[in-house]
């Protein structure tokens, strides 16, 4: 399978959250805002493609070699906590303003199953460390449309008066959710 059909397939037929329904926590808790659904896009890129990049050296390079494969997701977990706590370190310096909006959610990366199920995809279909960075980068940049689409389309409904009552927040947040997973099985056809 080429790299380009890997990258496009993992944004918008595999997307991480609309098609394989992981890491829905951060996409309903922080896809209120658009500028806070951004910053968690980005954060969860940054860590998605570093936690590929470190959990396939750790598989293939220690776990593999000594015959324990069976630790694997122990391991992953451990690697994806430090990346996690390395980028609320970084955010807290850069943008700590962005570090605030994120509030709770930021650490909840660790605990993010998108982060860690790219990782268990990656080992599973046996990809090298070039197309685990590209599944990675592409999950993550699906992750991202995702949310930001949401935060829009949340913004939006948030101004309009005319929703009952009984819908508002999270309800109408998961109809919506489901409309464009709905939608995004439309690509489908056209990347196998």
Known sequence: MSLLWIFLGSIFVNNIILSRFLG????LG?????????????????VLVL?????????????VPLHMEYLYTLSFILIIAALVQ???LALKKINPALYK????FLPLITTNCAVLGVAVINMNEGYGLLASIVNALGSSIGFLLAIVL????RERIDRN??????LRGL?????TAGLMSIAFMGFAGIIK
Do not use: D
Not at 161 to 166: D, E, F, M
């Open 24 to 27: 829905n926590c951060p996409f």
């Open 161 to 166: 008066a005319g929703i009952p009552k009984c």
């Open 101 to 104: 909006s994120l509030g709770i």
């Open 30 to 46: 922080v896809s209120t805002n658009g500028e806070t659904a951004r910053g968690m896009g980005v954060a969860v890129i940054f």
């Open 51 to 63: 936690a590929a990049i470190m959990t396939w050296l750790a598989y293939y390079r220690v776990l």
């Open 171 to 175: 309800p109408i947040a998961l109809v």
């Open 150 to 153: 949401m935060a829009g389309i």
């Open 86 to 88: 390395f980028v609320e």
